[in-house]
């Protein structure tokens, strides 16, 4: 565990150093302990990969106050149930008009783009943390062949629902923003929806399957 | 209710109160108003609460028409304020009688100008705020800018206004500045000596392409560190990242929750208000203080802020 400020209103708490399970599932206990037992001058907690960022009430405690409390909430976080992760299965057709990408990446690779597709399903992944944009949730670890830097010029704007890979990630827009990932597909599915609870349908800690469909698939009206 | 209706919108005119702090867990940033010092003055001054919704103008304002009259009060920037051709001051109360219209031109000093009004500007609150994301859609009036043929319902006028003023002083102690405080960023190790150099000596120019996501700095460059990529981590507030090619951004109110690019400083609270109110082409500076200095002048800012006696005659 180590300590880091960030700014005059806001303490980094790092749990590890490297992408994976083990620094991510201590970030996850620590989040749901504070969860449990809220601090009243934590204002927001962000969590990522190996890290969580504790912006908090100034006026009301300072750096050295809150580093003492977190340290102990962690020394009690291994004790929180970790929970039975949820499996959210999200449908993609994959190519063509909605995955723009789709051939690059597999020219790229010099692979066929049937197996760019394959790699990318057959994968269970973890939902890491969201960020960048409401219910944007950044999904690892992507296969090793299809580890792709990010476009050197982002597009303007991606389609919402947009699948995209970016180095060993993966990740699907909810809204139409500006992105730089590439785009291998897209998915009918609304991701996130402020009429909805839980709004988000990807949540941390979650288990994310994706599943191919046809381009009709993808155009029929669906229930619910 | 009462009516508010958007004759001309101006170039990005948003509904803002203090945001939607809290929901880094779902990707959500806080939103809210850009200079929240101005929002909450001009609130306190229509005795509403400090967090009412206004609208938040930027760099040119437009026009609103009144078809039931209202108590306002404009704060911020001064865009040239005009009822009937007659100049409205800022920083004070007026009465708006029923069908008459405010008309804004372009700012004659800083980057956004708050209609605040008495009651508040009522719209859906979405996760405890009315404030608008544009990047999502999310919040405020339908997610978006307001456009021409907008109509909107504010509160309506139950009681008189007093005519409340602010104490001499408190504008000036509270004045927008071009050089902004900073701490050490987590990062701040990473940079080569001459990229802290850069950033405490440098003359920096906001970018045209600066919102309220972030506000890119054009100007000298800043050395980036040689490490490879780092682990993508939360960004607070006020964050000046760097990215590769050595430019400097400063991350604000509607910005991404989470980066990977190294934070070399970060701008106090005290001073947050100041970047709400920059305009492309200003030129800025940066001067690094303590942790412990910074948080001084976040509690006096918030005292003074907090105090009717010293606010106000």
Same mark, same amino acid.
């Given at each position: 565990m180590r300590f880091q400020a960030a700014s005059d209103q806001a303490l980094l708490v790092y749990l590890g150093k490297e992408i994976g399970s083990a620094a991510h599932e201590r970030v996850v206990q620590l989040l749901r302990l504070l969860q449990q037992e809220p601090l009243a001058w934590i204002r927001n907690i962000q969590p990522a990969y190996c890290s969580l960022l504790i912006t908090f009430d100034a006026a009301t405690v300072d750096h050295a106050e809150v580093q003492a409390k977190l340290a102990e909430y962690e020394s009690r976080a291994d004790k929180m149930p970790s929970g039975k992760a949820r499996l959210v299965e999200v449908p993609v057709c994959y190519?063509?008009? +909605?995955?723009?990408?789709?051939?690059?990446?597999?020219?790229? %690779?010099?692979? $066929?783009?049937?197996?760019?597709?394959?790699l990318h399903f057959a994968r269970t992944y973890h939902a890491y943390f969201l960020g960048f944009a409401p219910g944007f949730a950044y999904l690892g670890d992507l296969a090793e062949e299809l580890a792709a830097p990010r476009l050197?010029?982002?597009?303007?704007?991606?389609?919402?629902?947009?699948?995209?890979?970016?180095?060993?990630?993966?990740?699907?827009?909810? +809204?139409?923003?500006?992105?730089?990932?590439?785009?291998?597909? %897209?998915?009918? $599915?609304?991701?996130?929806?402020?009429?909805?609870e839980p709004m988000g349908l990807i949540a941390i800690g979650d288990q994310v399957r994706f599943r191919p469909i046809t381009k009709a698939e993808f155009l029929a009206p669906r229930q619910g | 209710m009462s009516l508010l209706v958007v004759e001309s919108a101006g170039l990005q005119t948003t509904v803002q109160d203090f945001g939607r702090e809290g929901y880094g867990v779902l990707g959500v940033s806080a939103s809210g108003a850009a200079d929240a010092v101005a929002l909450r003055l001009g609130n306190l001054l229509l005795e509403n609460k400090a967090?009412?919704?206004?609208?938040?103008?930027?760099?040119?304002?437009?026009?609103?028409?009144?078809?039931?009259?209202?108590?306002?009060?404009?704060?911020?920037?001064?865009?040239?304020?005009?009822?009937?051709?007659?100049?409205?001051?800022?920083?004070?109360?007026?009465?708006?009688?029923?069908?008459?219209?405010?008309?804004?031109?372009?700012?004659?000093?800083?980057?956004?100008?708050?209609?605040?009004?008495?009651?508040?500007?009522?719209?859906?609150?979405?996760?405890g705020s009315a404030s608008t994301h544009l990047l999502s859609g999310l919040g405020g009036w339908e997610g978006r800018a307001l456009r021409k043929g907008d109509v909107l319902s504010i509160g309506r006028l139950e009681k008189n206004i007093r005519r409340r003023k602010l104490r001499t002083g408190v504008l000036e102690e509270l004045k927008p500045k071009k050089t902004l405080r900073v701490t050490r960023g987590p990062q701040a190790d990473w940079f080569p000596e001459e990229a802290q150099g850069t950033l405490s000596r440098g003359e920096f120019v906001v970018s045209e392409e600066s919102n309220r996501m972030g506000l890119r700095l054009d100007g000298p460059r800043l050395v980036a560190p040689s490490k490879p990529e780092m682990v993508s981590e939360g960004t607070p507030l006020g964050a000046i990242q760097v990215t590769p090619s050595g430019q400097a951004i400063i991350l604000f109110v509607e910005q991404q929750t989470t980066g990977g690019y190294p934070k070399i400083a970060n701008v106090i609270g005290a001073d947050l208000h100041s970047v709400g109110q920059l305009r492309p082409r200003d030129t800025i500076q940066f001067e690094e203080v303590s942790l412990a200095k910074a948080r001084a002048l976040w509690i006096e800012q918030q005292r003074l802020l907090a105090s009717e006696e010293r606010l106000f005659l």
């Open positions: 190519g063509g008009e +909605f995955g723009p990408d789709l051939d690059d990446v597999a020219a790229q %690779r010099g692979m $066929l783009p049937e197996k760019v597709v394959e050197q010029t982002p597009r303007k704007e991606v389609a919402a629902g947009s699948v995209g890979i970016a180095g060993r990630q993966t990740a699907v827009y909810p +809204f139409a923003t500006p992105g730089g990932w590439r785009l291998i597909g %897209r998915t009918p $599915l609304e991701i996130f929806r402020k009429d909805r | 967090g009412t919704p206004a609208l938040e103008m930027t760099l040119m304002g437009g026009t609103f028409l009144f078809p039931d009259g209202a108590v306002i009060c404009l704060v911020g920037a001064n865009f040239g304020a005009q009822m009937d051709g007659k100049p409205l001051e800022l920083w004070r109360p007026h009465a708006i009688l029923p069908g008459k219209r405010v008309s804004f031109g372009p700012t004659k000093d800083f980057a956004r100008c708050y209609l605040c009004v008495a009651g508040g500007i009522g719209v859906a609150e979405f996760l």
